[in-house]
T-cell receptor
């Protein structure tokens, strides 16, 4: 079993839809949770960072962490075609070693 | 700043050949990371350096892989001998500090195909 599980998609939604992306994990030592966005043929870039449990909002993006369920989510409101990318969840413990999910490919149709 | 620079961008080689991937981190960044990305395994950390010193190489798949950082502005990842299963996109990333909330800046990647 992988430490971090993520549905690979692809997920196709119409422009303006609310998108929900999720990851589950098995290592209870993870305290740091991130979402990276990767456009085609580019390197990943940090989108959201959350420490421990709770919610964090940044514009159209909301990250949620439920440590009791070992489950994290990223919500995108009013999705735009420019949001089309692969979204990678990532997690870490005190060792500063990022463990990535395999990524969910998102396509927002105009 | 030009960002993280990787070369070559594409590499096609035959099984058994030596492959050397190169990375120039962003100036002033003390941490350098090598990742490998495949469809099957996703993005995996291979090794990372702090101030040119390897800190964690537990992700290096086997002895065929080696990484060096002779100075603050240059790192190499070498595969010798290469095998078809090494085909992947290899990313180099750098960051100023070891803080998760600070992004690791990724290079454009090297697409390696081993025939």
């Amino acid at each position: 079993q992988k430490e971090v599980e993520q549905d690979p998609g692809p997920l196709s939604v119409p422009e303006g839809a609310i998108v929900s992306l999720n990851c589950t994990y098995s290592n209870s030592a993870f305290q740091y949770f991130m979402w990276y966005r990767q456009y085609s043929r580019k390197g990943p870039e940090l989108l959201m960072y959350t420490y421990s449990s709770g919610n964090k909002e940044d514009g159209r993006f909301t990250a949620q962490v439920d440590k009791s369920s070992k489950y994290i989510s990223l919500f995108i409101r009013d999705s735009q075609p420019s949001d089309s990318a692969t979204y990678l969840c990532a997690m870490g413990d005190s060792s500063y070693k990022l463990i990535f999910g395999s990524g969910t490919r998102l396509l927002v149709r105009p | 700043d030009a960002g993280v620079i990787q070369s070559p961008r594409h590499e096609v080689t035959e099984m058994g050949q030596e492959v050397t991937l190169r990375c120039k981190p962003i100036s002033g960044h003390d941490y350098l990371f090598w990742y490998r990305q495949t469809m099957m395994r996703g993005l995996e950390l291979l090794i990372y350096f702090n101030n040119n010193v390897p800190i964690d190489d537990s992700g290096m798949p086997e002895d065929r892989f080696s990484a060096k950082m002779p100075n603050a502005s240059f790192s190499t990842l070498k595969i010798q001998p290469s095998e078809p299963r090494d085909s992947a996109v290899y990313f180099c990333a750098s960051s100023r500090r070891a803080l998760y909330q600070e992004t690791q800046y990724f290079g454009p990647g090297t697409r390696l195909l081993v025939l």
